[in-house]
């Protein structure tokens, strides 16, 4: 009779687990120089660092699986031209935003209109460029 040990399979499984687990790591916010929050997102799959400008006007920066939190902060430091410049856009284009009141001026159809806002029965109504 024929007896197989698959004792050895075991030990090769043994080995291909971690030696240890990494700790849990949590997202956090970072106030951040300039008065730019940064949120720092730890995640898994994430193969290298990276910065993005939210359309709120905050920052997210993601870190890889074997990244660190104190090498996210000095990617950051170098980065610090590139974000700055991307939040001028933002602050540009979020300025230059006007608010629908009575008597704003914008362009349409390449002239500039004023808005009227007329009351029509409980029911505001927006009037401009004779429409």
């Known amino acids: 009779m024929l007896q197989l040990s698959l004792d050895f399979l075991g030990r090769q499984l ?3 687990k971690p030696a240890r687990l990494p700790q849990a790591r ?5 106030n ?3 008065g730019i929050t940064v949120h720092l997102v730890f995640r ?6 990276l910065l ?4 709120d006007g905050t920052a997210r920066l993601v870190i890889p699986r074997r990244g660190s939190e104190a090498e996210a902060l000095r990617f950051l430091e170098r980065s610090e031209g590139w974000l700055l410049k991307r939040r001028a856009q933002w602050e540009g284009r979020h300025q230059a935003r ?3 009141t009575d008597g704003a001026r914008f362009l349409f159809r390449g002239e500039e209109v004023g808005l009227s806002v007329e009351d ?3 029911t505001p109504v927006l009037r401009f460029a004779d429409q």
């Open 52 to 55: 993005r400008l939210q359309p």
């Open 120 to 122: 029509a029965g409980g």
């Open 14 to 16: 043994d080995r291909l």
């Open 26 to 30: 949590r997202d956090r916010r970072v």
């Open 44 to 49: 898994p799959k994430a193969r290298r660092y």
């Open 98 to 100: 006007q608010a629908w």
């Open 32 to 34: 951040w120089k300039h």
